[in-house]
């Protein structure tokens, strides 16, 4: 019932908002912010299709409230590439790798791999293998996203 | 999948925190990383009317050497266990736990304290409090007290807190020199719920076993300890003793369930082959 003002920045720019105290962050990023590109899938933390970057970790949107990021600095899909439209090097080997069929789940999985290669960080196949377990693909695409992920590790194919 | 509407406090130090808690008189709810706590608001399986965000108090966060163990803070961050030189020199089963626990997204929210103090029953930091005879420190307005991992948990999702306490850390107490521990279940998918699974603590002299903790999870209502297995190794000699007789000995003192994942004999069973197998995996390694 209670309402609260926050102020963050989301990809780079600031903002300052009331938001319910119910409101997750995942809702406000898309409601309040215009960051559709954020997709809610499950809503209750399984799918992963929400995750966010929140100050450098990678997180779910949808279990964390809006206000418990006040003062946070949250990137989403929308925040990646350059200005000039030159994809973020996950987007461009998502692209190469033909790693997304619908989609749906391509945001959140997009920003966990962008978390774990961000400055330069160089994840081993099998952390980023592992850290793909907590995003479901119903198209069952993860063929592509592990090729996307193995590139992102600098592993041969 | 909304949440129904509630008030929001995000108090600054654990007094204030209590003060909502007593306040609220069990209506008030702790937010920690809100891993679990999140999905029940959205299922609305949780009305509170009040959320007492507890994640802006320093004090709760952080690790540190502490009478003869390891003093993690109740907020600090699962993610912060599988990087931290404290954890690894003197607590690397709670590492070996939390790489069980949910999924890198997770862990980076969910705390060490929100895991061990909800009391999932297929949950790895409940048993592992348990294996490793932690010591759970809990406030409220009416003082601190410490209870013992093995009196914590009453059933599923139930505890010895009181609606106004507030689980502020958890004390690792070291383990004796020559003692292997391990985490090991089964699960269908990494992250998924386990099946079946156990945190084993061994101490050996000069291959003889002196002191032995086994607790089980997704096993029972609670984490439960096999005392009688314990009992059971404890003098016996490492490559004589038969770990599959002893590994069913000590699933025959659970009590799983029958649920859509799994039968309590699936779960027996498993359990007791997974332990055979881990255990002796782990002793031959060492």
Redesign the interface.
Known sequence: ??D?KIRLTVDGGPVSKTV???K?LG?FLREDCGRTGVHLGC???VC?AC?VIVDG????S????A??ADGTEVTTAQGLAAKDGTLHPVQQAMADEHALQCGFCTPGVVM?MAA?TADGARPTEADLK??M??HLCRCTGYQGIMRAARKLAGVNQ | ????????V?PDSVEAALDHLARGAGDAIV?AG??TL??L???RMATPSV?V?I?RIPALSGISRADGGVRVGAVTRQ?TILTDPTVAAHAPTLAQAVRNV?????R??GTVGGSTSLGEPAAELPATALALEAMIEARSVRGVRQIAAGDFYTGPYSTVLEPDELVTAIHYPDLPPGTVTLVHEVAR???DFALTGFVGAFTLDAGVFTRVRIAWLAMGPTPLRSPKAEAALVGQTLGQVDLAEIGRLAASETDPMDDGHASADYRRTAGARVFRRAVSQALEAR
């Open positions: 019932m209670s609260h319910e105290a119910r997750t809702d809503e209750h933390g992963g995750t970790k990678a997180v779910r949808c279990l964390m409230l206000v418990q966990t774990l592992a850290a377990s907590g | 999948m909304k949440a129904a509407p509630f008030d929001y995000v937010l809100g891993q999140m999905p608001l959205a299922l959320v965000d994640n993610a949910g999924h890198h997204q997770t980076n929210r998918r990494p992250g």
